[in-house]
Structure formats: C-alpha cells, structure tokens
C-alpha cells in the first residue's frame, strides 16, 4: 500500500498569510494526486486534482505542485473561509490512500 | 446539480448488519466510477469501495474485504454498500461520492455523509 504523509498536522495562520501544506508519497505516484478541504461538519471538498490542476470554481489562491513523490498544497493569502482540514489523497493504485491531514488554524 | 443523497445509517450491533444507498442526481450515473469513503469520529477519511460504472469492476480496502460489498443499479440511479459482520472499527460517517470526470480514482463530489454506529 501507498502511505501518505502529510505535514504539518497542524499550523497556526493569520489572514493573509501563506500556508504551505506537504504530502509525501511512499512511492512514486506520477502526478496523481489530489487535495481535499473539509470543514468541520461538512463532507470534504475537491481543491486540486493531477497535483496541480484546480478544479473549477475553487478561488485561484489554492495552487498545488509536486510528482513523483513529493507535493504542495499552496494557499497564497489565506482568508477566514480557508480554516479548515486539508487532505492528500493518491489516485495511483488500489487502495486508494489519504494523507492524514492538516488542520488550519486561527493564529 | 450534481446530488447524492446517502439513507441506511444507523445504530447495529456487532455482527450485525446494514445497507447503505446514495440516490444520485443531476449527472448520467452509469457513466462514472462510484465510491465509498468513510470518515471515522475525530479522524481522517479512509477510502472503502469502488465500482465502475457498469458495475462490473469492483475493488475494496483490506479492512472490509470479505466483509463489504457495493453494488449499483443504473436503472434507479442508485449506489448500495451491503455491510455484514459489523464491528466496532466500522463506526464511521460513510460517504458516496462520485469520479471525478477528467481523471480516476478522484472524487469531485461528495454526498453529506450516513452515519453508522455499531455497539459492542
């Protein structure tokens, strides 16, 4: 199985900040990796796909980078809707595996 | 508007038993892979299921192997996940979600989510 390792597990932000997420893959996955938001209560939400393309009506301060092995999840000006848990996931090979998330918080 | 409503959920018994159905709409259904996530309480998404669109490809994580089995009904738009021999580890919220329609194994929406209780 692939594990996904994301870190921080959790980072303390202001408005406007950059928030850099990490996800590091056991095993080389191409490009196929994605990223999720979740806010707490809610069902997650699809922010990146193939590591660095944003899915359509996510706000442009998201980007994503990375293949092989190693990956970013990028929030370039964070707003107050942007607190939340955000995951990796890996779209390689069975099983399917998550990242084991990162909390944004409030500074 | 992509919808996908989850029913099933509820409180069992170890051992026990549950069907779990996601009712989509809004997008041509047997087109697209379908999967189920869970979510156990205070804890990350674990990926449980997947069936392709016609059905006949399934795949399953390790923990419900044997156990799990989805199935759909293209003809009522529907998704099910047949749970037997529940235990304790299976508490989670359960979410159907659909591919993604650019690229596999990627869920571009998600249902609100079942909850499943199984008491020991």
């Known amino acids: 199985d692939i594990q996904m390792t994301q870190s921080p597990s959790s980072v303390s932000a202001s408005i406007g900040d950059r928030v850099t997420i990490t996800c590091r893959a056991s095993?080389?996955?191409?490009?196929?990796l994605a990223w999720y938001q979740q806010k707490a209560g809610k069902a997650p939400k699809l922010l990146i796909y193939?590591?660095?393309s944003l899915q359509g009506g996510v706000p442009s301060r998201f980007s994503g980078s990375g293949s092989g092995t190693d990956f970013t999840l990028t929030i370039s000006s964070l707003q107050p809707e942007d607190f939340a848990t955000y995951y990796c996931q890996q779209a390689n090979s069975f099983p399917l595996t998550f990242g084991g998330g990162t909390k944004v918080e409030i500074k | 508007e992509v919808q996908l409503l989850e029913s099933g959920g509820g409180l069992v018994q170890r051992g026990g038993s549950l069907r779990l159905s996601c009712a989509a709409s809004g997008f041509t259904f047997s087109s697209y892979v379908m999967f189920w996530v869970r979510q156990a309480p205070g804890k990350g998404l674990e990926w449980v299921s997947l069936?392709?669109?016609?059905?006949?490809?399934?795949y399953y994580a390790d923990s419900v192997k044997g156990r799990f089995t989805i199935s759909r009904d293209n003809s009522k738009n529907t998704l099910y996940l047949q749970m037997n021999s529940l235990r304790a580890e299976d508490t989670a919220v359960y979410y159907c979600?659909?591919?993604?329609?650019?690229?596999?194994?990627?869920?571009?929406?998600w249902g609100q989510g079942t909850l499943v209780t199984v008491s020991s």
């Open positions: 095993q080389g996955i191409d490009s196929w």
């Open positions: 193939a590591a660095s």
């Open positions: 979600a659909k591919n993604h329609p650019g690229v596999l194994n990627t869920v571009d929406y």
């Open positions: 069936i392709s669109g016609g059905g006949g490809s399934t």
